[in-house]
């Protein structure tokens, strides 16, 4: 069984920055994409960030501009750097994963899509205080 392990959560105060990571508990695990999306109590879990296996890059409009998603293929690891905080980042961030070994057209294969993700991490808390 593979896992997701997220790391780099905690309390930051406003305008400051954060910097998740995420891996599979198997390095050779392979995937189209990976991403992060974010939950607070008595919301649906949104979409943050993606990256897909051919390096694309995606973002929610909420986070634009203020974080970057990268990837170390070498390790396996995914990166979620945020900046410029924001008290409404405060959230349970989640690292996903779809193990599919490529990617696909098609509404369903959007890297916002929670549903195509099948693999997902404990969550990591973000708080940030105002």
């Known amino acids: 069984q593979v896992h997701l392990l997220e790391s780099g959560g905690g309390l930051v105060q406003a305008g400051g920055s954060l910097r998740l990571s995420c891996a599979p508990s198997v390095r050779t695990f392979s995937h189209s994409a990976m991403g992060w999306f974010r939950q607070v109590p008595g919301r649906e879990r949104e979409f943050v960030a993606a990256?897909?296996?051919?390096?694309?890059?995606f973002y929610a409009d909420s986070v634009k501009g203020r974080s970057t998603i990268s990837s170390d293929t070498t390790e396996n690891t995914i990166y979620l750097q945020m900046n410029s905080l924001k008290p409404e980042d405060t959230a349970v961030y989640y690292c996903a994963a779809d193990s599919r070994s490529r990617d696909y057209s098609g509404t369903y294969y959007s890297p916002q899509n929670i549903l195509r993700y099948g693999f997902w991490g404990q969550g990591t808390q973000v708080t940030v205080s105002s």
């Open positions: 990256i897909t296996r051919s390096g694309g890059a």
